[in-house]
C-alpha cells in the first residue's frame, strides 16, 4: 500500500514540477529537463522497491537499451509527419518501437556493450535525422497537456510494475521506455504547429536519449554495491552532467555553422 501511495504521488509530482519549471524558466532549463527520465525513473524505482536491486539492476540495461526503440520511434514519426496525418505517425511509430523492442530483447549484452550498441545507435540516428526548417517559434502546449501527461505516465507506471514479474526484468525493461511523453509532444506539437516544429522537437528528444543512455548505465552499474538512494542520486548527478555537456557542443556546433554561414568581405 505504501508503495502504491509512492507511485500516485511520485510520478505526479516529478511530471508536474519538471513541466513548470520548463516552461516558466525557458529553454534552456527545459533542455536539461528533457534529458531526465521523469517516466522511466520512477518505474526503474519502484522495481527496486517492489522487485529487489537484482531485478532493477537487469531492467535498467533493458531500459538503456530502449533508448533506442525510443529513438526509432522519434524517427519514424519524424519521417512520416510532412506527409501524412498524426494517427497515422502515431501508429506506425509504435509499430516501430514494438517491433524494435521485441527484436532487441533477443540480446543479452554485457552492460558495456549495450551502453555502446545504445550511443551508436543514437549517433547514426542522428546523422540520417529528416531535415526541417529553421525557425524561431514559441510552442505552447495546450491546458490540458500536463493533466494529460500525468494521468497517463501514471496508469503506465502502475500497470508495468504489476505485471513486471511475468514480463521479467529485460521485458519490463524495455517496455519501460514506451513513448508515454513523446506521443503526447509529437502529436500536439505536429498538430498545432507542422512538421517542422514536431521533427525539431523528437530530434531534441534524440539527443536527450544520451543523457537518458548514461542515467541508467549508472543505474544498472550501482544498484547492488549501492542502496537505492545512492544509487538513484549517483545516475541523477551524472545525467545532469551529461546533459549539461551535450548542451554546451550542441551551442558549440551550432555557433561554428553559423560563423562558416557568414560570407566576410574579400572571402
Known amino acids: 500500500m ?39 525513473g520512477p518505474i526503474a524505482l519502484f522495481l527496486a522497491l517492489e522487485q529487489g536491486t537484482a ?9 538503456l537499451l ?27 511509430g509504435w509499430i516501430t518501437y514494438l517491433s524494435a523492442t521485441f ?14 550498441v545504445t550511443v551508436a545507435s543514437l549517433g547514426i540516428l542522428l546523422l540520417i535525422f529528416p531535415k526541417f526548417t529553421e525557425g524561431h517559434l514559441a510552442i505552447v502546449p495546450p491546458a490540458w497537456d ?7 505516465a501514471t496508469l503506465f507506471i502502475i500497470a508495468l510494475t504489476y505485471v513486471s ?27 498545432l504547429y507542422g512538421a517542422d516544429a514536431c521533427i525539431r522537437l523528437m530530434r531534441s528528444v534524440v539527443i536527450s536519449l544520451f543523457s537518458f543512455s ?22 541523477t548527478a551524472c545525467c545532469i552532467s551529461s546533459q549539461i555537456i551535450v548542451l554546451y557542443i550542441g551551442r558549440m556546433l551550432k555557433k561554428q555553422e553559423y560563423l562558416k554561414s557568414i560570407r566576410f568581405p574579400g572571402t
Open 55 to 63: 531485478f532493477a539492476s537487469v531492467s535498467s540495461k533493458g531500459i
Open 214 to 235: 548514461v542515467f541508467f548505465a549508472v543505474l544498472a552499474f550501482s544498484l547492488q554495491p549501492l542502496q537505492i538512494g545512492y544509487s538513484f542520486l549517483l545516475a
Open 66 to 92: 530502449g533508448a533506442v526503440s525510443l529513438s526509432m520511434f522519434s524517427f519514424v514519426y519524424s519521417m512520416l509527419s510532412k506527409k501524412f496525418h498524426w494517427l497515422f505517425c502515431v501508429v506506425a
Open 146 to 152: 500536463i493533466p494529460l501527461r500525468i494521468i497517463m
Open 165 to 191: 514479474s511475468e514480463l521479467g526484468p529485460r521485458l519490463s525493461g524495455l517496455l519501460g521506455t514506451f513513448p508515454i511523453f513523446g506521443t503526447i509532444f509529437a502529436v500536439t506539437t505536429h498538430y
Open 2 to 40: 505504501q508503495i502504491l501511495i509512492l507511485k500516485l504521488l511520485l510520478t505526479p509530482a516529478l511530471t508536474g514540477m519538471a513541466t513548470w519549471a520548463g516552461r516558466k524558466y525557458g529553454h534552456s532549463v527545459t533542455g536539461l529537463l528533457i534529458g531526465l527520465p521523469l517516466n522511466a
Open 103 to 116: 527484436f532487441l530483447v533477443q540480446f543479452d549484452w554485457s552492460l558495456l556493450q549495450t551502453f555502446l
